[in-house]
């Protein structure tokens, strides 16, 4: 009797993981979807995927054209614990391979399983989030299925009673894609663990496994069929990313795996009640790759439709391929999966008290919605309230900005102008930068009161986010403070007009554009700290006078 | 085609949407190719032959088990739960005898686990 242990591949929910993995020449260092909102903040709208918008637009043109596409995700978020789901294990992301085993993770006979505690808080936290309705009592299950990254031959998941569901989440749609808010629901939220990790050597004679990754606590996030586009569904995405980081359960970076969305696209004509054959794609590692890859597959399917080839539309896993920008068969489904599920002996139920709930209720920070929906409230606009909420770092450094007295829309300007152009070029993150929220307020002050230029400033704000200190001392240090001294100014208008007789002859004879040269000449001299108000309402009345 | 399905026959699940069957019932042969295919376990068809009446046989011992009365019994299908203390803290204890589980492992290639080529499919 021979075993062939990798027969027969079924569908393993954990072979996702896998593919991202071995696909890893594919990858792009695409622009996230968290990090869209700032390059539109910044200098430069055209960041923004054109590919991205010129598919949203077709699909949407074809939905007119009589279809109606039907889209779910399946969310799989790693949870930063210290240990793995059911071992003392460490998890630790990028560990030496094999080191952070033990017989229970490994699957050696005789070991049992013990839940850790973290787990159970991460997943209440989420499901709150998710406005679920949490199991006060659940269980856990073993699903079984062969692959050689899995050492017990079944994955403990639950099944039947999972922790929470019937949620919904909010989210907005970035303007720049049309705007507006929408709900989707959420199925149900589930803990699992994950499998480890499988690599194929070059030859592809044998593959490798590293199982620092089996037994690493997930959540299963399933949402109901409710997104009808690219966008919605990377927006969907982009706000599991949101609360995960809010929550401090995971750090939901996709190129590590540690966030992985599979999503279910199927088409219909408009007014069929029934839908149409469902497709999974896989192997996306961005939210604009899960745009791109659902409109593509959208586009795919309509067009059989149209070409009377809907019977070609068949149940399948489907990969994205990066660089050809389309989908490809990955595996036929032969029936429905058998993964012989049964409650999972070794393991009590999950028994939560009210109490418990409450106390992690009471300690939710303020989530991104609520942020959004405040933000809005006072007054900024929603390209402002998106970028702002988008991390909670920044929002943080916003809010905290905000406490000192400060006008939210010049915050808001500096925070998402300069600030983060600064931070991105020296690949730091708010947290990182020496610049407090305190000395933000007081540099806006000082603008507002006139004592520094907002061209000074701009000096300024690089200084302290490099360096720190207060405001005060690099005025003083420097000496910035804006000169607002009519006859100085004065003076430093007639040296520069006594120094270009050339440039004043050609503004006589009509060409006044060159009053923004004799400006820029005389706030060179004042080293950037002349009044341009006032610099320019004399320049002004000299030249007038000289004509 | 027949099929065996015991798992699922079986009351084991505690969900209140499953419907299980209840009681004892006639359990259908065993369908020995599926079996072996969901176990990963190659056959002759000399050795389904030899296999198929010593299944029949398990399956049978546990139609015996179905007959038992079980009425009055609480089921027992995990270990127990009293609330809140069956849980372990996050502390981080790492595996003392690494070298040993390493050691054991059939095929080992520095720092990887060996094993056959999964890309292969059926």
């Known amino acids: 009797m021979a075993l062939t242990l990798l027969r027969g591949i079924r569908t393993p929910t954990l072979l996702r993981a896998n593919f991202s993995l071995l696909c890893t020449t594919q990858r792009h260092p695409l622009a996230h979807f968290t990090t869209r909102a700032e390059s539109v903040q910044t200098t430069e709208p055209k960041a923004v995927p054109k590919s991205i918008q010129q598919a949203t637009k077709e699909a949407a043109e074809q939905k007119i054209q009589g279809f109606e596409s039907v889209i779910g995700i399946e969310t799989h978020v790693q949870l930063s614990t210290i240990t793995k789901a059911f071992c003392s294990c460490p998890n630790n992301y990028g560990s030496q391979p094999n080191s952070t085993v033990c017989p229970t993770c490994m699957g050696h006979p005789g070991t049992l399983p013990v839940l850790n505690a973290k787990v159970v808080e991460c997943a209440v936290k989420m499901s709150l989030a998710l406005n679920c309705k949490i199991s006060m009592t659940s269980k856990f299950d073993r699903k079984q299925y062969f692959y050689p990254d899995l050492p017990k031959g079944y994955q403990i998941s639950q099944f039947d009673i999972p922790i929470a569901e019937k949620g919904y989440l909010d989210v907005d749609i970035p303007v720049e894609f049309g705007g507006g808010h929408r709900r ?62 809010y929550l401090g359960v995971g750090n939901g970076n996709m190129d590590e795996g540690s966030l992985r969305c599979d999503v279910n696209v199927s088409v219909r004509p408009i007014g069929q009640s029934e839908f149409g054959t469902k497709v999974e794609i896989k192997n996306m590692n961005s939210f604009s790759a899960i745009s791109r890859a659902i409109d593509y597959e959208i586009s795919r399917q309509i067009l059989l439709y149209k070409e ?16 050809s920008q389309k989908t490809f068969t990955m595996r036929k489904k032969e029936g429905l999966a058998d993964y012989r599920y049964f409650p999972e002996p070794d393991l009590p139920e999950v028994v939560l008290t009210g109490e418990y709930i409450d106390e992690i209720r009471n300690l939710m920070p303020e989530l991104p919605e609520a942020k959004r929906r405040r933000y809005e409230n006072i007054g900024l606009s929603m390209q402002d309230v998106i970028f702002l909420a988008n991390d909670d770092k920044v929002a943080h450094f916003f809010d905290s900005t905000l406490e000192h007295g400060t006008d939210a829309k010049l915050a808001a300007n500096w925070i998402m102008g300069d600030i983060t152009a600064y931070l991105k070029d020296e690949k730091l993150s708010i947290d990182e930068s ?23 400033a701009k000096e300024i704000v690089v200084d302290l986010i490099a360096k720190g200190g207060t405001v005060k001392s690099v005025i003083e240090e420097k000496d910035l403070v804006q000169i607002a001294d009519p006859a100085a100014i004065e003076a430093m208008v007639d040296q520069v007009l006594t120094d270009n007789p050339k440039q004043l002859e050609q503004y006589r004879a009509g060409k006044t554009k060159l009053q923004g040269y004799f400006a820029g000449q005389v706030m060179k001299a004042s080293k950037g700290k002349a009044s341009p108000v006032l610099l320019n309402k004399i320049l002004g009345e000299k030249l007038k006078g000289s004509c | ?36 295919n969901s176990a990963r376990i190659s056959l002759s068809p000399q050795e389904a032959e030899e296999f198929a009446p010593k299944i029949q046989q398990v399956v049978d011992w546990f139609g015996q088990l179905q007959a038992v009365d079980l009425e009055s019994i609480e089921p027992s299908l995990r270990a127990d739960t009293a609330a809140g203390s069956s849980l372990r803290e996050d502390k981080a204890e790492p595996f003392a005898n690494r070298d040993a589980i390493i050691e054991a492992l059939p095929s080992y290639d520095d720092p990887y686990i060996k094993v056959p080529n999964a890309l292969t499919k059926e």
């Open chain 1, 434 to 456: 020496k610049l407090t929220p305190l000395e933000l307020s007081e540099m806006i002050a000082y603008i507002k009161n006139g004592t520094i230029s907002g061209k000074i």
């Open chain 1, 184 to 245: 989707f629901g959420v199925t149900r939220v589930h803990m699992e663990e994950d499998a480890g990790k499988l690599l194929h050597s070059e030859s592809g004679s044998y593959s490798q496994v590293d199982l620092n990754r089996a037994g690493v606590p997930l959540l299963e996030i399933v949402s109901e069929p409710d997104m009808r586009s690219g966008i919605e569904a990377a927006e969907y995405g982009a706000e599991i990313q949101r609360l995960v980081r």
């Open chain 2, 1 to 36: 085609s027949t099929r065996w399905s015991l798992l699922r026959r079986r009351p084991l699940s505690s969900s209140p949407n499953a419907a299980p069957t209840v009681g004892p019932g006639p359990l259908e042969p065993p369908d020995l190719p599926r079996l072996a």
């Open chain 1, 308 to 323: 009377s080839q809907a019977d070609q539309i068949v149940q399948e896993t489907r990969l994205w391929d990066e660089s």
